[in-house]
């Protein structure tokens, strides 16, 4: 199992760029997540999913688009990139059922708009 | 809304000692669950431990134990025998109900230790 992938590991966006962070799970969980983490902070929820073509807002979704047509893939796509959206990107995902519950999360994308 | 919060921006420790990480949280649900996670300097999420409102001992995994106090609302990571390894990011999170069964962790701001050989 490669658990949780994201790619790419780091970019450089310019202002008004439009760019999609990829996120592929090969454990057959339902429920996947994107997460963004600002400097010195600790993570906050963008977009979610319950399955195939079914998402969610989260706290922090201005800004972002998602869609989930599989299982295994929930890519983010960012439509005009802003120095706002400068942050550490994380996609994780969990399964129905589970002791914990806890979410396996992928290595992160490190995005820089300027 | 759940609310968590960590009131150690940074701590340092001397290898072997042992390590408290403090967390307290708020919350109205009856039902909740607790997480520790560590994030070294590579920057990924590594889920350390896992404690639920109703568990009735507190939760231990290796050398992480939570020392969970529900009247309190506290639920403090302690790292036994620190190794210069441990140095990282943690943070302490509760899950929150979002539709269909998913649930959203929300986070602390974190706290930074360092382990001093």
């Known amino acids: 199992n490669a658990g949780v992938t994201q790619t790419p590991k780091f970019r450089i966006l310019k202002i008004g760029q439009s760019m999609t962070l990829q996120c592929t799970q090969d454990?057959?969980?339902?429920?996947m997540y994107w997460y963004r983490q600002d400097p010195g902070m600790g993570l906050k929820l963008i977009y979610y999913?319950?399955?195939?073509?079914?998402?969610d807002k989260g706290e922090v979704p201005n800004g972002y688009n998602v869609s989930r047509s599989t299982t295994e893939d929930f890519p983010l796509r960012l439509e005009l990139a802003a120095p706002s959206q400068t942050s550490v990107y994380f996609c994780?995902?969990?399964?129905?059922?589970?002791?914990?519950?806890?979410?396996?999360f992928g290595p992160g994308t490190r995005l820089t708009v300027l | 809304a759940q609310k968590i919060t960590q009131t150690q921006p940074g701590m340092f420790v001397q290898e072997k000692e042992a390590v408290t990480l403090d967390c307290t949280y708020d919350?109205?649900?009856?039902?909740?669950?607790l997480f520790w996670y560590k994030q070294p300097s590579s920057g990924e999420m590594i889920f350390l431990i896992y404690?639920?409102?109703?568990?009735?001992q507190n939760a231990t995994e290796g050398r992480y134990s939570l020392n969970f106090q529900k009247a309190r609302k506290s639920a403090n990571l302690v790292i036994s025998a620190s190794q210069l390894g441990d140095s990282a990011m943690y943070f302490c999170?509760?899950?929150?109900?979002?539709?269909?069964?998913?649930?959203?962790?929300?986070f602390g701001q974190g706290t930074r230790l360092t382990i001093n050989p």
């Open positions: 994780a995902s969990n399964p129905a059922l589970a002791l914990y519950n806890e979410q396996f």
């Open positions: 454990m057959n969980h339902n429920y």
């Open positions: 999913s319950v399955g195939a073509g079914i998402t």
């Open positions: 919350t109205s649900d009856p039902s909740y669950g």
């Open positions: 404690q639920g409102s109703y568990d009735q």
């Open positions: 999170a509760m899950r929150e109900a979002l539709i269909q069964g998913a649930q959203k962790l929300v």
